[in-house]
């Protein structure tokens, strides 16, 4: 999973970034890496791996991972070059989905690009900026597909659309929202133009600390951040990506504590997490042996071959059968064998849709 964070200019993002790849870094036993300067892998924490790990004394214990991309240069005027302009609004296309860093605290000291604390406001102008790119690419594919329209009618049928698409963008409205036409090829069509407006947004409210401990319940900002986002089908979580930098720097216990002490359950890593599974509709199932107990992420509702195709190709091609069982049944029976011995082990086959916890041990033949 590939997620990319966008934000006008001091609000927190790059605080934010840099404290969620930092204890991505340091807390978790994954070797992390920096593809470049804006680019930071971060394992997704998930104790069932681990408690696998501890029954199997297994070598190595590898979690799912979410790739977090910094996107800089998104100021007002970005789709036509200013700031770093087009070269990060390229970087956007690649991820799974945005999340939005929104300023919801006041700060004197920390002086906002339009001169006060309006979220709806800023939401809009990254917005239009990413609206105006799309209608670009838009434009670009209508130049390309003109001509030949008049000779086919596949073709007329999509530059119709395209000019449909280019007329909705145009009223301020992001592609998500856009009723593309129940037709194969426009469908199709339409996920190639890879629109950033078509992709799912989670908002991070930022707040100050005080915020924290009812969740930004009674900050204003962050009601106007949750209305918005109610209606557009958006996530939102409520950070203090001050606080997240500090919660960075602790190992484990030290992080437990301090989360306990400022009355909160999870930190904002956790939290994202969370939300961008419910927004993308995913969820793990696990491998677990001497060798390795492994997170995978898949869709809600991927069937046995296509997770199997998740590990190595040749597994999805030579699928003959999945040996299932829940990680808890797993855990509380002490081995496999036990847990076979009670039942508890499923063997299923090519229509069997996998589920979150589910630990598989697949059969193929290529």
Same mark, same amino acid.
């Given at each position: 999973m590939k997620?990319?964070?966008?934000?006008? +200019?001091?609000?927190?993002k790059?605080?934010?970034?840099?404290?969620?790849?930092k204890?991505?870094?340091?807390s978790?036993?994954y070797?992390?890496c920096?593809?470049?300067p804006? /680019?930071?892998?971060?394992?997704? +924490?998930?104790?069932?791996i681990?408690?696998?790990g501890?029954?199997?004394?297994?070598?190595?214990?590898? +979690?799912?991972v979410? %790739?977090?991309v910094d996107?800089a240069?998104?100021?007002?005027?970005a789709?036509?070059g200013?700031?770093?302009?087009?070269?990060?609004?390229?970087?956007?296309?690649?991820?799974d989905?945005?999340?939005?860093?929104?300023?919801?605290?006041?700060? @004197?000291?920390?002086?906002? /690009?339009?001169?006060?604390?309006?979220?709806?406001r800023?939401? %809009?102008t990254?917005?239009l900026?990413l609206?105006?790119a799309?209608?670009e690419?838009?434009e670009?594919?209508?130049a390309?597909?003109?001509?030949a329209?008049?000779?086919?009618?596949?073709?007329?049928k999509e530059?119709e659309?395209l000019?449909?698409?280019?007329a909705?963008l145009?009223? =301020?409205k992001?592609?998500?929202g856009f009723e593309?036409p129940d037709?194969? !090829?426009?469908q199709?069509?339409?996920? %190639?133009y890879?629109?950033l407006?078509? #992709?799912?947004?989670i908002?991070?409210?930022?707040?100050?600390?005080?915020?924290?401990? !009812?969740?930004?319940?009674?900050?204003?900002?962050? #009601?106007?951040?949750?209305?918005?986002?109610a209606?557009? =089908? @958006?996530?939102?979580?409520?950070i203090?990506?001050?606080?997240?930098?500090?919660?960075?720097?602790?190992?484990?216990?030290e992080?437990?504590?301090f989360?306990?002490?400022?009355g909160?359950?999870? @930190?904002?890593?956790?939290k994202?997490?969370?939300?961008?599974?419910?927004?993308?509709?995913?969820? @793990?199932?696990?491998?677990?042996?001497e060798?390795?107990?492994?997170?995978?992420?898949? #869709?809600?509702?991927?069937?046995? +071959?296509?997770?199997?195709?998740k590990?190595?190709?040749?597994f999805?091609?030579g699928?003959?059968?999945a040996?299932?069982?829940?990680?808890k049944?797993l855990l509380?029976? =002490?081995?496999?064998?036990?847990?076979?011995e009670?039942?508890?082990?499923?063997?299923? =086959?090519?229509?069997? /849709?996998?589920k979150d916890?589910? /630990?598989?041990?697949?059969?193929f033949?290529?």
């Amino acid at each position: 999973m590939k997620l990319g964070i966008v934000g006008l +200019p001091n609000v927190g993002k790059s605080t934010l970034f840099n404290s969620l790849t930092k204890a991505g870094a340091e807390s978790a036993n994954y070797p992390f890496c920096t593809i470049d300067p804006n /680019v930071g892998v971060v394992p997704v +924490p998930d104790e069932r791996i681990v408690k696998l790990g501890e029954l199997y004394h297994t070598k190595k214990v590898t +979690p799912a991972v979410i %790739e977090f991309v910094d996107i800089a240069g998104l100021v007002k005027g970005a789709s036509k070059g200013e700031g770093l302009g087009n070269q990060f609004l390229a970087n956007i296309r690649e991820v799974d989905a945005i999340v939005h860093v929104v300023r919801c605290f006041e700060d @004197s000291n920390v002086v906002h /690009v339009d001169g006060s604390i309006d979220p709806l406001r800023d939401i %809009e102008t990254i917005d239009l900026e990413l609206i105006f790119a799309d209608i670009e690419v838009l434009e670009r594919r209508i130049a390309k597909q003109g001509r030949a329209a008049n000779n086919d009618k596949k073709i007329a049928k999509e530059v119709e659309m395209l000019k449909e698409l280019i007329a909705y963008l145009e009223g =301020g409205k992001r592609a998500a929202g856009f009723e593309v036409p129940d037709e194969e !090829d426009l469908q199709k069509a339409f996920k %190639e133009y890879n629109l950033l407006t078509a #992709k799912p947004v989670i908002y991070a409210a930022n707040v100050a600390e005080d915020d924290l401990a !009812d969740d930004g319940a009674n900050n204003e900002h962050v #009601k106007k951040v949750r209305e918005h986002a109610a209606a557009e =089908g @958006s996530e939102v979580f409520v950070i203090c990506a001050q606080i997240e930098q500090e919660i960075a720097e602790l190992d484990d216990d030290e992080k437990a504590m301090f989360l306990e002490d400022l009355g909160l359950k999870e @930190s904002g890593l956790d939290k994202l997490i969370a939300a961008s599974y419910r927004l993308l509709g995913l969820m @793990s199932f696990l491998t677990a042996g001497e060798d390795e107990c492994r997170a995978w992420t898949i #869709k809600i509702g991927t069937k046995a +071959p296509q997770a199997a195709g998740k590990i190595h190709t040749d597994f999805e091609r030579g699928f003959i059968k999945a040996e299932v069982v829940n990680y808890k049944d797993l855990l509380e029976q =002490g081995s496999l064998a036990a847990a076979r011995e009670k039942g508890l082990v499923g063997m299923e =086959g090519k229509d069997y /849709v996998v589920k979150d916890g589910d /630990v598989i041990l697949f059969g193929f033949n290529v």
